[in-house]
């Protein structure tokens, strides 16, 4: 299994450019996640999925978007990147199954806006 | 929102020596996950806790799941190097939804 694997790794973008930023996981999880993590700071959530077609907002929402079309893919969309969405974003996945659960996190993905 | 407060928030320490650091809830949590932090990695889980009083060890690691389900407690016994990183705590009050303490930073001495 690859696990959480996330691209691109690295990206510089303008203010006002819009990009997605892409995860996936072949562990048939149900529970996806994006969170973004700031110096300083603990890890955000951004937004989460229970399941395929089923989204909803985390603590720090606004300016992103997401979908989940499939269980293995959940893509975060940056709609009009803006100087304070310049962070580290980590994509996490997560399962549950006789009353433990756990959660994985991808290697991340660096985002720089100018 | 909910938040939650890890301390310290750093510490250096002599190789050899044991580290605590804790985490504390403003609200009752219904698991407690520990996870470390390389730089330029992502977070990967160590220790998972589910249940009030629940003690679990991992190698040198032991964790708690505070009496009051507001509060967890990580433990490394006879440091490394390599345990150098940072810690977080991560909470789930009851849904999908984990929130992350701030991360208390190791620095080891050899």
């Known amino acids: 299994n690859a696990g959480v694997t996330q691209t691109p790794k690295f990206q510089v973008l303008k203010t006002g450019q819009s990009m997605t930023l892409q995860c996936a996981q072949d562990?048939?999880?149900?529970?996806m996640s994006w969170y973004r993590q700031d110096p300083g700071m603990g890890l955000r959530l951004i937004h989460y999925?229970?399941?395929?077609?089923?989204?909803d907002q985390g603590e720090v929402p606004n300016g992103y978007n997401v979908s989940r079309s499939t269980t293995e893919d959940f893509p975060l969309r940056l709609l009009s990147a803006a100087p304070s969405q310049t962070s580290v974003y980590f994509c996490?996945?997560?399962?549950?199954?006789?009353?433990?659960?756990?959660?994985?996190f991808g290697p991340g993905t660096r985002l720089l806006v100018l | 929102g909910q938040q939650l407060n890890q301390s310290p928030q750093s510490m250096f320490i002599q190789e050899g020596e044991d580290v605590s650091m804790n985490c504390t809830s403003s609200?009752?949590?219904?698991?407690w996950l520990w996870y470390k932090q390389d730089p330029g990695e992502g977070p990967v889980l160590l220790i998972a806790?589910?249940?009030?009083?629940e003690l679990t060890s991992n190698g040198r690691l032991t964790a708690q799941f505070g009496i009051t389900r507001k509060d967890s407690f990580l433990n490394i016994s006879a440091s490394i190097p390599s345990d150098v990183g940072i810690y977080f705590c991560?909470?789930?009050?009851?849904?999908?939804?984990?929130?992350f303490g701030t991360g208390t930073r190791l620095k080891v001495l050899a």
């Open positions: 609200s009752i949590f219904n698991t």
């Open positions: 562990m048939n999880h149900e529970y």
């Open positions: 991560a909470g789930r009050p009851g849904t999908y939804k984990y929130i």
């Open positions: 806790l589910y249940k009030a009083g």
């Open positions: 999925s229970v399941g395929a077609g089923i989204t």
């Open positions: 996490a996945s997560s399962y549950s199954t006789g009353g433990s659960e756990t959660q994985y």
